[in-house]
């Protein structure tokens, strides 16, 4: 019998995992969608949804891949009450929170155990949800950079020049969906993968190298597109290292942030 996976915030990760047929997934979301695994319609923060018999007694593992809703000055989802509440109901088994770089401030040079900048943005409360997950054992929290091969680029890279936030020659910390999926599926099934560990991949490329590569896939007939930032949003210049993540797959061949996954 497949093993189950609890998934908190089931949205495109999960798709992509039941797509995999390797665990029963059952997943909590607020909103109803299309998906071909069991579907739980509620707010994971309230006691009603933890009184739903379709929830699983004994899960392999919790996922937690619900966003914080804090881009852009949002109240937030309530993801350290939905903490709060996995402490009550599943206090027994792994859980895996799918948090992100943006903790981290400007550094050249960002590790695993790098200190996570103490008052910038959404910093603080971000890394207060992780210390709500660790406080859990056991509990790995994966600080994701940006998510790419998940479809066309909602930038309309057919027009020169292209205007981003921040300096275009920044460092674009990356991980391919197909590789996040990898990392998923090799730490649920390891009860030894705890604490920290940043998921980007090996390949270093600024954000303007990105876009161009993407503009000549899309746009081969175009000129190589002219990536400028706009000063008036400044962005952090991280440069983050995954020593732990690239040890723990070394013989993983890592996709660049343009490629395409094989069916």
């Known amino acids: 019998m497949k093993p189950e996976l609890l998934v908190i915030g089931a949205g495109s990760l999960a798709h992509a995992l039941a797509q995999a047929q390797t665990y029963r997934l059952i997943g909590i979301r607020r909103r109803r969608q299309d998906a071909d695994f069991p579907l739980i319609i509620g707010d994971a923060a309230d006691d009603a949804t933890w009184e739903n018999p379709q929830l699983p007694a004994q899960p392999h593992a919790v996922l937690i891949t619900a966003t914080p809703g804090l881009r852009?000055?949002?109240?937030?989802?309530?993801?350290?009450?939905?903490?709060?509440?996995?402490?009550r109901h599943y206090s027994h088994c792994p859980w895996i929170y799918t948090g992100s770089t943006a903790v981290y401030g400007s550094s050249p040079h960002i590790l695993d155990d790098h200190a996570p900048v103490q008052a910038e943005g959404?910093?603080?409360?971000?890394?207060?949800?992780?210390?709500?997950?660790?406080?859990?054992?056991?509990?790995?929290?994966?600080?994701?950079?940006?998510?790419?091969?998940?479809?066309?680029?909602?930038?309309?890279l057919s027009r020169s020049p292209l205007v981003i936030p921040g300096d275009p020659q920044r460092p674009f910390p990356y991980v391919h969906q197909y590789?996040?999926?990898?990392?998923?599926?090799?730490?649920?099934?390891?009860?030894?993968?705890?604490?920290?560990?940043?998921?980007?991949?090996?390949?270093?490329?600024?954000?303007?190298?990105?876009?161009?590569?993407?503009?000549?896939?899309?746009?081969?007939?175009?000129?190589?597109?002219?990536?400028?930032?706009?000063?008036?949003?400044?962005?952090?210049w991280r440069r983050i290292i995954a020593p732990r993540l690239w040890a723990y797959m070394p013989d993983h061949p890592w996709l660049l942030p343009w490629q395409q996954a094989e069916s």
């Open 122 to 156: 959404r910093a603080p409360q971000l890394r207060a949800i992780e210390e709500a997950v660790l406080a859990h054992a056991p509990a790995l929290v994966l600080r994701i950079g940006a998510i790419v091969g998940t479809g066309p680029s909602r930038r309309d």
């Open 72 to 87: 852009g000055g949002g109240r937030g989802n309530r993801l350290l009450e939905v903490i709060a509440q996995l402490h």
């Open 179 to 236: 590789d996040l999926l990898q990392v998923l599926h090799h730490t649920v099934q390891d009860p030894s993968a705890q604490g920290v560990m940043n998921v980007v991949a090996p390949h270093a490329c600024s954000y303007a190298e990105y876009y161009q590569q993407l503009q000549q896939q899309q746009f081969p007939q175009h000129p190589l597109l002219e990536v400028v930032g706009d000063p008036q949003r400044p962005q952090p």
